[in-house]
């Protein structure tokens, strides 16, 4: 039980880890993915030590989410890409106050 | 239990609609979709619940449904001229917006963590797009910037749900736990919805997203959103119990809400940024009325009056953005220009600013009352005074529409017939509940967030 917490929140600290050093949109994006499967990861294995179905379900709940999730934002991605050939979000800087 | 339904038919039909069918029927059909919708919510609120109580349509998630509605049908009935000058008009902005719509009630409408987030999920998923809808630099850097920040939060509260999970066995709002997994999880959760109720210090992309996407979008996302948001919030705040971490959580996070957002307002000099930092502010006072011991009506009030007069207020700016949004110098001069719509913002102002007797003052009396039922006299009187510096940007926009000079002859913003009986209507609404608020209290006057 403990081994399965452990990998997941060493997922989750590299997932956080990679959102805030990356500096291109879809490495951000990639590093999300890594957070939402380290909670799926620990979901599972408290489902388990419950012995619990409804669990395991949301952790198909979650895989939906996150391919929905993936669908809306590489369509950002590639239309902000199509607007200035690149992701880097250093280069998002026309709003200001 | 109805108007959810409708929702989500009126967003199908959209969909499939919009494939053949010319632009202007979709846009009906969304509107009269959101119109059934919200005379279901108000006439025949049947309140109840559907798989095995999952999704729980009590009386405070119709409150917070129909601040949802109500905010699509403002931002789709006021919002016509600006997507025909910006050239913004395909029927995916409109099912969209029946989507993002139908995401507030399922939101609202729950009081277990999993079904929560995925209400969030369906709001959010269409608020990405219709963010970047409007194609140019500024609206994508809106959009990316919303989806990659509102990603992030969806993942951080999904780990904290997982952890809560772990530590009570249950998905419920109302199962508390003890132990560092507990309060890890309660945390996590909570910044989560922080993050989606723009509350400080979660509040950052709030100014650039609001400046960046199209001025009706803005318009439903300071309202719709902020009600779903809070709503969920309370349900999760009152589940753990105000006196414990969760309590002192929200107690600090008022306090740099209201101080930050309305003293951050001050330094703004566009109009949109200006009410984005507004709105920052606002939330800190809506989280105000967790801690009485009776939250829901002076939260769903404070919530509809809140939506109705900031509503308003996008609902002038959309008239006057050409895409571009509206610095200062749009506002200048607008009662030459324009007296309709500079006495809409004038009353949108003063109800924002919380003077009598506009609605926006029972609104805050509400929340500050409810607070001090609750024993948080420091808040109470902290965010007092910090409404007093709100009073001073809301008087300093309006200066500029009343007596500064137009400048160089700008063009008078044609106002739409729709849009301007809108607005006249939703004026009217905001003088008059803030003379009888007792004649709408009664229906915000609903029971337990908690199950």
Same mark, same amino acid.
């Given at each position: 039980?403990?081994?399965?917490?452990?990998?997941?929140?060493?997922?989750?600290?590299?997932?956080?880890?990679?959102?805030?050093?990356?500096?291109?949109?879809?490495?951000?994006?990639?590093?999300?993915?890594?957070?939402?499967?380290?909670?799926?990861?620990?979901?599972?294995?408290?489902?388990?030590?419950?012995?619990?179905?409804?669990?395991?379900?949301?952790?198909?709940?979650?895989?939906?989410?996150?391919?929905?999730?993936?669908?809306?934002?590489?369509?950002?991605?590639?239309?902000?890409?199509?607007?200035?050939?690149?992701?880097?979000?250093?280069?998002?800087?026309?709003?200001?106050? | 239990? &109805?108007?959810?339904?409708?929702?989500?038919?009126?967003?199908?039909?959209?969909?499939?609609?919009?494939?053949? =069918?010319?632009?202007?029927?979709?846009?009906?059909?969304?509107?009269?979709?959101?119109?059934?919708?919200?005379?279901? =919510?108000? $006439?025949?609120?049947?309140?109840?619940?559907?798989?095995?109580?999952?999704?729980?349509?009590?009386?405070?998630?119709?409150?917070?449904?129909?601040?949802?509605?109500?905010?699509?049908?403002? =931002?789709?009935?006021?919002?016509?001229?600006?997507?025909?000058?910006?050239?913004?008009?395909?029927?995916?902005?409109?099912?969209?917006?029946?989507?993002?719509?139908?995401?507030?009630?399922?939101?609202?409408?729950?009081?277990?963590?999993?079904?929560?987030?995925?209400?969030?999920? &369906?709001?959010?998923?269409?608020?990405?797009?219709?963010?970047?809808?409007?194609?140019?630099?500024?609206?994508?850097?809106?959009?990316?910037?919303?989806?990659?920040?509102?990603?992030?939060?969806?993942?951080?509260?999904?780990?904290?749900?997982?952890?809560?999970?772990?530590?009570?066995?249950?998905?419920?709002?109302?199962?508390?736990?003890?132990?560092?997994?507990?309060?890890?999880?309660?945390?996590?959760?909570?910044?989560?919805?922080?993050?989606?109720?723009?509350?400080?210090?979660?509040?950052?992309?709030?100014?650039?997203?609001?400046?960046?996407?199209?001025?009706?979008?803005?318009?439903?996302?300071?309202?719709?959103?902020?009600?779903?948001?809070?709503?969920?919030?309370?349900?999760?705040?009152?589940?753990?119990?105000?006196?414990?971490?969760?309590?002192?959580?929200?107690?600090?996070?008022?306090?740099?809400?209201? $101080?930050?957002?309305?003293?951050?307002?001050?330094?703004?000099?566009?109009?949109?940024?200006?009410?984005?930092?507004?709105?920052?502010?606002?939330?800190?006072?809506?989280?105000?009325?967790?801690?009485?011991?009776?939250?829901?009506?002076?939260?769903?009030?404070?919530?509809?009056?809140?939506?109705?007069?900031?509503?308003?207020?996008?609902?002038?700016?959309?008239?006057?953005?050409?895409?571009?949004?509206?610095?200062?110098?749009?506002?200048?001069?607008?009662?030459?220009?324009?007296?309709?719509?500079?006495?809409?913002?004038?009353?949108?102002?003063?109800?924002?600013?919380?003077?009598?007797?506009?609605?926006?003052?029972?609104?805050?009396?509400?929340?500050?009352?409810?607070?001090?039922?609750?024993?948080?006299?420091?808040?109470?009187? $902290?965010?007092?005074?910090?409404?007093?510096?709100?009073?001073?940007?809301?008087?300093?926009?309006?200066?500029?529409?009343?007596?500064?000079?137009?400048?160089?002859?700008?063009?008078?913003?044609?106002?739409?017939?729709?849009?301007?009986?809108?607005?006249?209507?939703?004026?009217?609404?905001?003088?008059?509940?803030?003379?009888?608020?007792?004649?709408?209290?009664?229906?915000?006057?609903?029971?337990?967030?908690?199950?």
């Amino acid at each position: 039980m403990s081994d399965f917490l452990f990998v997941s929140a060493a997922l989750f600290a590299l997932g956080v880890y990679g959102v805030l050093t990356r500096r291109s949109a879809i490495l951000i994006f990639m590093s999300v993915e890594l957070m939402l499967g380290a909670a799926n990861l620990a979901l599972v294995a408290f489902a388990r030590a419950y012995g619990s179905l409804e669990a395991q379900t949301v952790g198909l709940l979650v895989i939906a989410l996150a391919a929905a999730e993936v669908a809306v934002g590489l369509g950002l991605v590639v239309a902000v890409f199509r607007m200035r050939s690149s992701t880097a979000v250093d280069d998002l800087s026309e709003l200001r106050g | 239990m &109805i108007p959810t339904a409708i929702l989500f038919l009126t967003g199908l039909l959209a969909t499939l609609l919009g494939v053949e =069918a010319p632009v202007r029927w979709v846009r009906w059909v969304v509107r009269a979709g959101l119109a059934l919708a919200l005379g279901a =919510a108000l $006439f025949f609120g049947a309140e109840g619940q559907a798989f095995g109580g999952l999704f729980l349509y009590d009386g405070f998630a119709r409150v917070a449904g129909v601040v949802g509605i109500v905010a699509g049908l403002f =931002a789709s009935l006021v919002g016509a001229r600006y997507l025909e000058r910006t050239g913004m008009e395909r029927f995916e902005y409109h099912a969209l917006l029946a989507y993002s719509v139908f995401g507030v009630q399922v939101m609202a409408a729950s009081a277990n963590l999993v079904v929560i987030l995925i209400g969030l999920e &369906i709001l959010s998923l269409p608020l990405y797009a219709l963010a970047a809808l409007r194609y140019d630099a500024k609206s994508e850097e809106a959009g990316l910037k919303y989806f990659l920040l509102g990603a992030v939060a969806s993942a951080v509260m999904l780990y904290g749900i997982v952890l809560l999970y772990g530590a009570t066995g249950s998905f419920a709002v109302s199962a508390v736990g003890q132990g560092p997994l507990y309060l890890a999880g309660l945390l996590l959760v909570l910044a989560g919805l922080f993050f989606k109720a723009s509350l400080v210090p979660f509040h950052w992309w709030a100014p650039d997203v609001y400046q960046g996407a199209p001025t009706p979008v803005t318009l439903y996302m300071a309202t719709g959103v902020k009600a779903a948001a809070f709503a969920a919030l309370a349900r999760v705040v009152v589940g753990a119990g105000v006196g414990g971490l969760a309590g002192a959580v929200v107690a600090l996070v008022v306090v740099l809400t209201v $101080f930050y957002g309305n003293l951050g307002a001050l330094a703004q000099s566009e109009a949109k940024r200006l009410l984005a930092y507004s709105s920052v502010a606002h939330a800190g006072y809506i989280a105000l009325a967790v801690f009485g011991p009776n939250p829901a009506p002076a939260m769903g009030f404070y919530l509809f009056v809140y939506a109705l007069s900031t509503g308003l207020a996008f609902a002038v700016l959309s008239q006057l953005d050409e895409g571009e949004g509206v610095p200062f110098a749009g506002v200048k001069g607008l009662i030459k220009k324009s007296p309709m719509l500079a006495g809409v913002l004038a009353i949108a102002l003063f109800s924002l600013a919380g003077m009598p007797p506009f609605a926006g003052f029972w609104g805050k009396y509400l929340v500050f009352v409810e607070a001090a039922r609750g024993g948080q006299y420091t808040l109470v009187a $902290f965010a007092l005074l910090t409404a007093v510096v709100a009073a001073y940007y809301y008087m300093k926009l309006l200066a500029l529409a009343f007596f500064a000079s137009a400048g160089e002859g700008g063009k008078t913003p044609e106002v739409p017939a729709l849009a301007a009986v809108t607005m006249g209507l939703v004026g009217f609404l905001v003088l008059a509940l803030g003379v009888f608020p007792g004649l709408v209290y009664g229906f915000f006057n609903v029971g337990n967030l908690v199950p």
